[in-house]
């Protein structure tokens, strides 16, 4: 089993920066994707961006310029960086990995996509 646990989160005001984290961990082979999502009250969760093993990444266009998401492998965590942070980015932030379990002799197994457990995010104006 793989296990996310998020932290960071809070409230802010309009301009201001807030940083998330995430690590998961468990029995893990490798980590394919970590992303951040989020979802607003009244909306479907979205992504906010992504990134892979390799360190390529995507935004939604939202988002662009003004957060960062980046990763440290040896740890499997995760950090969303969001700057200049205004009243739409209020929402629940979720993070995910996507990857493959260590199965026995330390092998690859079965894959595995793991949510954290969710952070609020409030900007106020």
């Known amino acids: 089993q793989v296990q996310v646990v998020q932290s960071g989160g809070g409230l802010v005001q309009a301009g201001g920066s807030l940083r998330l984290s995430c690590v998961a961990s468990?029995?893990?082979?490798?980590?394919?994707?970590m992303g951040w999502y989020r979802q607003a009250p009244g909306k479907q969760r979205e992504l906010v961006a992504q990134i892979t093993s390799g360190g390529s990444t995507n935004y939604a266009d939202s988002v662009k310029g003004r957060f960062t998401i980046s990763r440290d492998n040896a740890k499997n965590t995760g950090y969303l960086q969001m700057n200049s942070l205004k009243p739409e980015d209020t929402a629940v932030y979720y993070c995910n990995a996507e990857g493959r379990k260590r199965g026995s002799s330390s092998l690859p197994s079965s894959n595995f996509i793991s949510w954290g457990q969710g952070t609020q995010v409030t900007v106020s104006s």
């Open positions: 468990g029995s893990i082979f490798s980590i394919n994707a």
